[in-house]
């Protein structure tokens, strides 16, 4: 069973647990996941109301944007531990020898590129769910405007958390122009989509004040 067929309740208590996984990139991909479930429930409370006519095919557009990008999210949850376990599997190398110490250092650099995937394709995707989710600012049932902001909330702290994960794997990587690529387009992502959450969140308090 992967980790998002579990019970929230599951979930929470495996997050809670002394296992190592899930933790923050499960949890973030999870909060990503809720965040454009948002977007994805005021879509669904426009789309084919006479009132908002004028923008319906923008909502069902973003309708199933949303969906797709949820579904992404709740995998990346299972990518994230896939991930890890391909750590956990360097730990347990021996090291007893300097041939084993020099596997282990060669294999935990081929691990923390697998596990850099999971969290930078995570924030890509909170970019584009929050350039989705802006699209329908001012042009959605208005009865549920403060979900939006919620949702632009929620990529935001899961766009951030990922970039924990990124740079805390940036840490372990040796080659130094593979680290400053990722770093420059981590640090590129991460601006860009605080900057759209933040625009986001000001309008909807602007709008439900």
């Known amino acids: 069973m992967t980790y998002y067929d579990l019970s929230v309740k599951e979930f929470v208590e495996k997050l809670g647990s002394g296992d190592p996984t899930p933790g923050g990139g499960g949890s973030s991909a999870l909060n990503a996941a809720l965040g454009i479930a948002l977007t994805k429930m005021?879509?669904?409370f426009t789309v084919g109301k006479k009132r908002y006519a004028e923008h319906n095919e923008l909502n069902e557009r973003v309708l199933k944007e949303a969906e797709d990008l949820?579904?992404?999210f709740l995998q990346g949850i299972e990518d994230d531990r896939q991930a890890f376990d391909e750590v956990g599997k360097v730990y347990a190398m021996p090291r007893g020898t300097e041939?084993?110490?020099e596997a282990r250092r060669v294999a935990?650099?081929?691990?923390?590129l697998v596990a850099l995937k999971p969290p930078f394709d995570l924030m890509e995707l909170?970019?584009?769910a929050l350039k989705v989710t802006e699209e329908i600012v001012g042009k959605s049932n208005p009865?549920?405007?403060s979900d939006v902001g919620v949702a632009a909330v929620q990529l935001k702290g899961a766009l951030q958390s990922s970039w924990v994960s990124v740079v805390v794997n940036l840490g372990i990587l040796k080659d130094e122009d593979l680290k400053a690529k990722y770093q420059e387009r981590g640090e590129a992502l991460l601006a860009e989509g605080s900057e759209i959450a933040d625009r986001v969140?000001?309008?909807i308090i602007e709008q439900v004040k």
């Open 143 to 145: 009865n549920v405007a």
């Open 108 to 112: 935990m650099q081929e691990a923390t």
């Open 99 to 101: 041939e084993e110490k």
């Open 201 to 203: 969140y000001e309008a």
């Open 70 to 72: 949820m579904n992404k």
């Open 126 to 128: 909170c970019v584009e």
């Open 42 to 44: 005021v879509t669904e």
